[in-house]
């Protein structure tokens, strides 16, 4: 979509800039510039090729590259360096690449895309690749996440939901989550989760009119009750998307589980009893691992 001003056809990103300064000499095709800290470089013809974005200190912040009406490049500069590119195809990131302050490329990454849905991101540094492929149901729901580290299978993590597009079952190679109970006020009552080793453990919330109360956490026939709300943002409410947002995720649960495998004998103890519980790769978004450990830890050796 554009605007017409003056026979120029400016993108629509650009149209709250009402004042644009005339357009004197039809015959110089280099600039048009604006009032705004803006300068829309254009051909003979008056078609965009590129949109400059200028802080107040006359500093360059941005350059938009267009072929015909679309976006087809975006540099990004710090300080008058180039720190990150991105590169579009049918209107639609393909590729981003940040640099660090030498100018040497730091990591990109890289999108695909099935028709409209985002499905697979990689993130590519000089020391490995993670990916991340997305398979997705009818209705454009994720129902399969898939991570690879330099082209090995380290997580398959399933998906399944309600009529109301709310996550009651959640899958990978530790551990399954179910969801039970669910209140008329959309409140998560109950779920349990099995471990790979065959751990039962059944989580109950309980509320009054007054809101949360308390929380059981059975294990194996043994409970304990806690005060801590955290069981309450669960999975149920937070279903997976493609984004930067969820490979940052990723990445770092996988650093924190390269630190826990450095754990110490409380932490071996643990496991042995819990194995699986939680999975790190979705702990940011879901499961606070730190707090139930330790909670399931106290059952576990009685």
Partial sequence: MAI???????????????????????KQDVEVKLLSGVEVNRDFRGRILSVNHYAPNKELMKQVFY????????????????CAKEEYQDEKLISKTVYNKNG???????????????TCISKI?????????????????????????DLQLISQQEYSYD?????????????EIFVKNISTKNEL?????????????????????????????TLNGHSITVS????????????PYASDEDLDLIISSLMKQSIQSKRTDYQDIL???????????????????SIRKRVLFNIAVR
């Fill in 271 to 289: 496991n042995r009893k819990t194995m699986g519980l939680i999975d790190t790769n979705i702990q940011v978004k879901s499961l606070p691992i």
């Fill in 67 to 82: 072929q015909g009406m679309n976006v087809s490049n975006i540099n990004y500069y710090s300080h008058d360096r180039l």
């Fill in 104 to 118: 040497v490329a730091a990591y990109t990454i890289k999108y695909d895309y099935v028709r409209e849905k985002l």
């Fill in 228 to 239: 801590d709300t955290s069981y309450v943002d669960n999975i149920m409410l937070k279903k």
């Fill in 189 to 217: 009552l109950s779920y349990s989760i099995t471990d790979k080793i065959g751990n039962e453990i059944l989580i109950e919330n309980h509320f009054t009119e007054y809101g949360y109360q308390n929380t059981v956490v």
């Fill in 125 to 149: 540094t000089g020391k490995n690749e993670i990916v991340i492929k997305y398979l997705y149901d009818e209705l454009d729901r994720i129902i399969t996440r898939k991570i690879f580290v």
């Fill in 163 to 175: 009529v109301l597009d709310r996550i009651t079952e959640y899958r990978d190679e530790n551990q």
């Fill in 4 to 26: 017409k001003y003056c026979g120029i056809s400016i993108p629509l990103e650009l149209s709250s800039y009402e004042k644009f300064r005339d357009y004197v000499e039809p």
